[in-house]
């Protein structure tokens, strides 16, 4: 007789889950009383943020550029307009030492090839050497804000330095490579010698005055003297002027005749004035940075962050330089 085959009932229980680990049980309990405190109310902290707008998201990306190029701004001015400086008096240099050697170079406030003609405004005219302070510039014809950026400037209605009577040359103490920066360390002694086309012209510091000290007494008929000019006070917040006046101690040059005067000459060539000029072309590259700005904004978010970057960032760059060259020019010309 054979045995019937061992059939057991289905067990009805269901199979057991596997046992959760600790971190697992951590996390459900989590759960759990982030739950129970939802049920009263969403707190602050845990609701979702609005979404940003695109209108949004492009003035967030402006202000960002914009911050970045007023930081463009200070480091032109403070760094990038020595380089500029650098490269003026380099090209003035190699422009001043032909005519020098050709006898053509200016020996008035006339053109040498148009007597009818004033000597244009950034013309080379000399060479200034002031051993004490180890500078060796190119001087320029004119006192605005805009010929002090690339060097000294020859006032204008004054004489050629070498020349009987007072000559004055203005330069910048802070921006621009500040050639005058060690102006007020010049003491009594000190040896400054100009090249002009007419020869060296040698002068010796008399002394260093400020705004309010009594005046010199003027030289004497037949001699000459030099004022160099810049500001004083703490750097880019000038509170006057410095004045160093330098005997002629050399033979004196002959004087031509003056063409213009301390009332013909225009306001923005006195020391500490603004060039007024810088407006009009200030409000148009201004306005061209800040169409540029809202343009590339917008091309971050519709046709990607690091394209737009690599276009932004010279033709950004390009105009905060040409903006802050024209906000320069509105401040003090020899700041």
Same mark, same amino acid.
């Given at each position: 007789?054979?045995?019937? $085959?061992?059939? *057991? ?8 889950? !596997? ?23 969403? $707190? ?11 209108? *949004? ?29 650098? *490269? ?10 032909? !005519?020098?050697? &050709?006898?053509?170079?200016p020996t008035g406030p006339t ?6 003609k004033l000597v244009a405004l950034?013309? $080379? ?12 510039? +190119? ?19 004054? +004489?050629? !330095?070498?020349?009987?009577? /007072? ?5 910048? *103490? ?25 020869? /060296? ?14 005046? !010199? ?11 160099? +000019? ?16 330098? &005997?002629?101690?050399?033979? $004196? ?69 040409? +903006?802050? &060259? ?6 003090? &010309?020899?700041?």
């Amino acid at each position: 007789m054979t045995a019937s $085959p061992d059939v *057991r009932a289905p067990d009805p229980s269901p199979p057991l889950e !596997p046992r959760p680990d600790r971190a697992a049980r951590r996390a459900q309990a989590r759960a759990e009383r982030l739950a129970r405190k939802m049920a009263h109310g969403v $707190p602050r902290w845990a609701q979702e943020p609005p979404p940003i707008g695109p209108a *949004r998201k492009v003035a967030g990306t402006m202000l960002i550029i914009l911050a970045v190029t007023m930081v463009g701004f200070a480091a032109w001015l403070s760094i990038g307009s020595r380089l500029y400086y650098d *490269r003026v008096q380099h090209e003035a240099y190699e422009s001043f030492r032909v !005519p020098l050697a &050709n006898g053509d170079a200016p020996t008035g406030p006339t053109d040498p090839f148009n007597p009818n003609k004033l000597v244009a405004l950034g013309t $080379p005219i000399a060479l200034l050497q002031i051993p004490a302070l180890h500078m060796q510039d +190119v001087v320029m014809e004119g006192t605005t804000g805009q010929v002090l950026e690339g060097g000294p400037g020859h006032l204008r209605y004054t +004489v050629l !330095p070498g020349q009987q009577g /007072v000559s004055v040359i203005l330069g910048r *103490r802070a921006a621009y490579g500040g050639p005058f920066a060690g102006l007020g360390s010049l003491v009594p002694g000190d040896r400054i010698t100009v090249v002009t086309q007419e020869g /060296v012209a040698k002068y010796q510091v008399m002394d260093l005055r400020r705004a309010g000290d009594p005046l !010199p007494s003027p030289p004497a008929e037949g001699s000459g003297r030099l004022t160099l +000019v810049t500001a004083d006070g703490p750097p880019f917040d000038p509170t006057g002027e410095v004045y160093v006046d330098a &005997n002629l101690v050399s033979q $004196p040059f002959a004087t031509p005749a003056p063409v213009l005067t301390y009332e013909t000459l225009p306001s923005t060539e006195d020391a500490l004035h603004t060039d007024d000029s810088a407006w009009v072309p200030l409000v148009l590259w201004g306005q061209l940075l800040f169409i540029a700005l809202g343009a590339f904004a917008w091309l971050s978010h519709s046709w990607g962050r690091w394209q737009t970057w690599l276009v932004a960032v010279p033709v950004i760059g390009y105009l905060s330089i040409v +903006v802050a &060259n024209e906000v320069a020019r509105l401040l003090p &010309n020899i700041l």
